[in-house]
């Protein structure tokens, strides 16, 4: 027959058990935080939210002759908004400044599954284009399609 454990044995094991179970509370806490865009305090893993966007602007419109200053995706109305700082001289200017409103920019979203979405940027305030002056853009792109961005690739197109 097996010797039974004394009551020290027991409570010693009861407390290992509880500190073991205590640990890997904290490990799935850690795990579920990061899986939602919030970084543990224990750790510098960061993971991506479920609705975390990635933008991607190409160079004419990141470094010259244009900086992005604010970018924005609002799911709720669709649109995606952009202030854009003049910082060198303008190649295609009279696409920036004339009567039209479209400008020579245009988005894709991208879903996770893949799906694109295109529009192009409608200016909304600014047509002057000497380094310093900002211009605020903004394309409609629907709700539904908002909801649904994982990836947002912003590019200058040449007309």
Same mark, same amino acid.
């Given at each position: 027959?097996?010797?039974?454990?004394?009551?020290?044995?027991?409570?010693?094991?009861?407390q290992q058990l509880e500190q073991r179970y205590r640990d890997l509370?904290?490990?799935?806490?850690?795990?579920?935080?990061?899986?939602?865009?919030?970084?543990?305090?224990?750790?510098?893993?960061?993971?991506?939210?479920?609705?975390?966007?990635?933008?991607?602007?190409?160079?004419?419109?990141?470094?010259? !002759?244009?900086?992005?200053?604010?970018?924005?995706? +609002?799911?709720?109305?669709? *649109?995606?908004? /952009?202030?854009? $700082? #003049?910082?060198?001289?303008?190649?295609?200017?009279?696409?920036?400044?004339?009567?039209?409103?479209?400008?020579?920019?245009?988005?894709t979203l991208r879903t996770a599954a893949g799906r694109e979405t295109?529009?192009?940027?409608?200016?909304?305030?600014?047509?002057?284009?000497? !380094?310093?002056?900002?211009?605020?853009?903004?394309? +409609?792109?629907?709700?539904? *399609?908002?909801? /649904?961005?994982? $990836? #947002?690739?912003?590019?200058?197109?040449?007309?």
């Open positions: 027959m097996a010797k039974k454990p004394s009551l020290q044995e027991v409570e010693q094991r009861v509370l904290e490990r799935v806490e850690i795990m579920e935080s990061t899986t939602f865009g919030v970084v543990a305090e224990e750790t510098d893993l960061r993971v991506p939210g479920e609705d975390a966007v990635v933008w991607t602007f190409d160079d004419y419109l990141d470094k010259r !002759p244009f900086k992005v200053l604010y970018k924005s995706l +609002d799911r709720e109305d669709g *649109q995606i908004e /952009l202030l854009l $700082q #003049v910082t060198g001289a303008v190649p295609d200017a009279n696409a920036w400044t004339g009567k039209q409103k479209e400008v020579p920019v245009t988005v295109h529009a192009t940027f409608q200016r909304q305030r600014g047509n002057r284009v000497d !380094p310093g002056a900002n211009i605020h853009v903004r394309a +409609d792109i629907g709700v539904e *399609q908002a909801a /649904l961005a994982r $990836q #947002v690739i912003v590019q200058h197109v040449s007309r």
